[in-house]
């Protein structure tokens, strides 16, 4: 079993930053993505991020070039550094982690006022 701990949501202007990180820990895989999705208010769940063990990203279109996922293998843990946030950014953002069995953390809010 994995269990996934979300932390660094909160309230930010438009324009502001978030760093979320995620921790990993239970029996993990060494080959395994983790990633990053949300969803917001009336939304269905959509992938914003994801990484590759070996340090390959993804970015869903909306966000590239103002978040950048990154991953400490050693920590198992996983981070997305939000800049530039816009209110189409608020969401509730969940962690994930994908081996044989795909795992979801608790989720983090992440508003953005304008």
């Known amino acids: 079993q994995v269990q996934l701990v979300e932390s660094g949501g909160g309230l930010v202007l438009a324009g502001g930053s978030l760093r979320l990180s995620c921790v990993a820990s239970?029996?993990?895989?060494?080959?395994?993505?983790m990633g990053w999705y949300r969803q917001g208010p009336g939304k269905e769940r959509e992938l914003v991020a994801r990484i590759t063990s070996s340090g390959e990203p993804t970015y869903v279109d909306s966000v590239k070039g103002r978040f950048t996922i990154s991953r400490d293998n050693a920590k198992n843990t996983v981070y997305l550094q939000m800049n530039n946030l816009k209110p189409e950014d608020t969401a509730v953002y969940y962690c994930s982690l994908v081996t044989a069995v795909f795992y979801w953390g608790q989720g983090t809010q992440v508003t953005v006022s304008s």
């Open positions: 239970g029996r993990i895989s060494i080959n395994n993505v």
